[in-house]
């Protein structure tokens, strides 16, 4: 049962991943002790389902229980363990708790990096939540140097078109964008859109994402037909796959704001986006409160002007990366990679 709902969850197909994993929890639950591995990678993949949809708080408090049995059953430093204490990290990130995040995956990438060596996928992975820490924090080139590592051995060790390496290279362009450098930003996105495309489905949320990254780069280029062409297709897309309160469809909202000429349907846009983000993510996550800020603007203004938008946002807000979920095979501690996402605000 969890590895169909394994199955579901790389499709991107979350309710019916968390429908499965709920059951096979229950199941869990009912016929092994308390502190049984298997009860504990159900828990984790659940808190993975829940994260990639947006739902932070159920996530959190599913991954705290399963931190403290894993610290007091299998030690500090156990693979599992720092498994979960970078899934916490990252959904203390998706919550805008940005030291927080950065403290734990701190820990955990120099505990990696002794145990596994430094091309270990689960060490990649904790250099690449660092660098979203980083980034999030608006530490770019600290950001950047850990990215350029990442891609680099990850392209080695795992193949061009693996999706970690893909996740690495939208990683990597999200950076340069938040840097000015759109060129540079602009040819990587393109790769990673068309690998996603040919290897995940045109549908999958990780070719959404990086649809989306695209829009914000043609914005930041002021490449606004563009932008507005490809942001309404992701739009429509995420509606209908995702849901209309999903955080990814709030972010390509919020993208297809900012592109749109016609000013009114802007702002009536991004009222939407506020009273939907404050339902979602809450009224004080820095998401809802740069969307505020955004729409004060576009009242305040008599037009929408590329000199006046704002800042991109590291997200997948859902702009962790997060491990998991986890396998049924007894190694509970293969991290599946979640692209990135850029969300603006």
Known sequence: MSNLALTYAHQGLWKKAEKLEVQALEIRKRVLRAKHPDKMMSMSNLASIYSRQGLWKEAEKLVVQVLEIRKRVLGAEHPST????????????DQGLRKEAEKLELQVLELRKRMLGAEHPNTLMSMSILALTYSNQGLWKEAEKLEVQVLEISKRVLGAEHPDTLTSMSNLASTYSRQGLWKEAEKLE??????????????????????SNLVSTYSGQGLWKKAEKLGEHVLEIKKR???AEHPDTLTSMNNLAGTLSRRDEAIEMMKNVINLSTKVKGPDHPHTLASVKFLSHLTRTAAISPHHRPATETDEASSA??????????ADDQPTAKRRKREIP
């Open 82 to 93: 720092l498994t979960s204490m970078s899934n916490l990290a990252s959904t203390y990130s």
């Open 241 to 243: 796959v995702l849901g």
């Open 321 to 330: 990366e997060t491990e998991g979920p986890e396998t049924d095979e007894g």
């Open 190 to 211: 393109v790769q990673v859109l068309e690998i996603s495309k040919r290897v995940l489905g045109a549908e999958h949320p990780d070719t959404l994402t990086s649809m």
